[in-house]
């Protein structure tokens, strides 16, 4: 029996965002109950097929979630521990997994032991809890000493995780998480700049408490390998074909996603056991139907990421073809608060949500699309087929993404049966003679997925 991850359907939401939390923490006033906001979203995300929402940084943070102030405390501005408890059971009662932001490469500047630092400058016993700290230089702060910040960002402080201290600071709040809001699972921010070792003691420490607990990296690049295995991570965020499901329609050219498929999951494939995290689009980078040119693509698209190898997740609001493009570094145009009513009735593709909750019940009820071996069977600039395939069952996948019918004639990895019928379009089938089909037509920006029998 494999891992649950492997049968799920993420949904991602930036809470701060979604719920229209102020930008600014002024850590005075009461707890504000947006999270309960997100009641009123449940029964969308069941109709999606979603089984697992990953809440984007929800603790006590000075502005943007991913810079900490306080692990043990829910953001005042989304409500408080009490309120996620309950939100937790409630999902859990709907069958919905719970997977939250663990931000421990860096925290901010208003976290209690940095702001113990700035206050007791060498007298405070937390100076080794963070990196480069140095009494000799000035930060660009002004501060009386200098730090490292993450990628040149003074306001958010590194912290050093090889300190004991810090480590059992933060291995305590992971089992809070664990006792009082029953997580799932957590999505490791920055991953590929925490210290593997880190990593692997976390991942030790979590699964000696939930076996089936899931740990899902941020990286970007790098070989996937070296942050998911058996020690380390179950899985990273998949930024390769990430790129390549929009360059391959923007440019015309599924030769793109076409070779990283092959690289990843073909039968020498790097990743080919790995459930790495799919996603279009997240609250770091352009909203994918900003990023294509022709709005039409987003169907094609999301019927591969419904399709290829991995875990497929949905970015909130995407599902209905929301804009947003990163604005001189600011990230507010991502991160959009949004009414659920408005946003499904006036979207320009509000037909889309429909489209991916289709694809999402396939997928479901596919074993060959979860956990199936990946074969491409054909390749052209605008038209692409592959298999999925287990023991058991054989998927056969055709996307076309010109603005012209096209007909597909396919050699197929199975020797038995004698029909192709189609899940997608409901009441058509194709034959199957000598190991081969010839598909009269595959419809302008649409798909074909089609299961053997």
Not at 11 to 25: D, E, Q, R, S, V
Request: aromatic share 12%; charged share 25%; with cysteine.
């Amino acid at each position: 029996m494999g891992h649950w991850a492997h049968d799920s359907i993420f949904y991602h939401i930036y809470p701060l965002g979604l719920f229209g939390a102020p930008l600014k923490n002024d850590f005075c006033s009461p707890p504000s109950p947006r999270l309960e906001q997100l009641y009123g979203w449940l029964e969308h995300l069941q109709n999606l097929g979603v089984n697992a929402l990953y809440l984007g940084p929800l603790f006590e943070s000075s502005a943007h979630g991913y810079d900490t102030a306080d692990y043990y405390r829910v953001d005042r501005r989304l409500g408080d521990n009490e309120m996620l408890s309950h939100l937790s059971s409630v999902l859990h009662q709907k069958d919905v997994r719970l997977i939250l932001d663990g931000v421990f490469h860096h925290v901010g500047r208003d976290f209690w032991a940095f702001r113990d630092v700035l206050e007791r400058r060498e007298q405070s016993p937390y100076c080794n809890w963070f990196h480069g700290l140095d009494f000799h230089e000035h930060s660009p702060y002004n501060d009386p000493f200098a730090y490292e910040g993450w990628n040149g960002h003074y306001s958010l402080v590194k912290l050093h995780l090889r300190n004991p201290s810090v480590k059992d600071h933060l291995f305590r709040a992971v089992d809070m998480w664990l006792r009082e809001f029953n997580i799932d699972g957590l999505r490791l921010d920055a991953a590929d700049c925490i210290d593997i070792a880190f990593l692997k003691e976390l991942a030790a420490f979590c699964k000696s408490r939930r076996p089936d607990f899931w740990l899902m990296g941020e990286v970007i690049h790098g070989d996937y390998r070296r942050w998911a295995n058996a020690e380390t991570l179950d899985s990273v965020t998949n930024y390769e074909c990430y790129k390549s499901l929009y360059s391959s329609h923007v440019d015309k050219n599924y030769f793109e996603i076409a070779y990283a498929l092959n690289r990843q999951f073909a039968e020498s494939g790097l990743y080919r056991t790995l459930p790495l995290y799919a996603f279009a689009d997240n609250h770091d980078v352009d909203r994918v139907a900003s990023t294509l040119k022709n709005p039409a693509h987003l169907y094609p698209l999301y019927s591969l990421l419904f399709t290829m190898p991995g875990v497929p997740s949905i970015y909130y609001g995407s599902e209905w073809g929301v804009e947003g493009k990163r604005r001189g570094g600011d990230d507010h145009a991502l991160r959009p608060r949004l009414d659920l009513f408005d946003v499904s009735h006036s979207s320009p593709h509000r037909d889309l949500s429909g489209v991916i909750s289709r694809l999402a019940r396939i997928r479901r009820q596919s074993e060959a699309l979860r956990c199936g071996n990946y074969r491409q069977l054909l390749v052209n600039h605008e038209q692409f087929a592959f298999a999925r395939q287990t023991r058991e069952e054989c998927v056969i996948v055709a996307v076309n993404a010109s603005d012209k019918p096209v007909p597909m004639e396919l050699a197929l990895p199975v020797t038995g049966g004698s029909r192709l019928i189609d899940l997608l379009n409901a009441g058509d089938s194709f034959s199957v003679c000598g190991g081969k089909t010839h598909i009269d037509v595959v419809n302008p920006y649409w798909s074909r997925i089609m299961i053997a029998k």
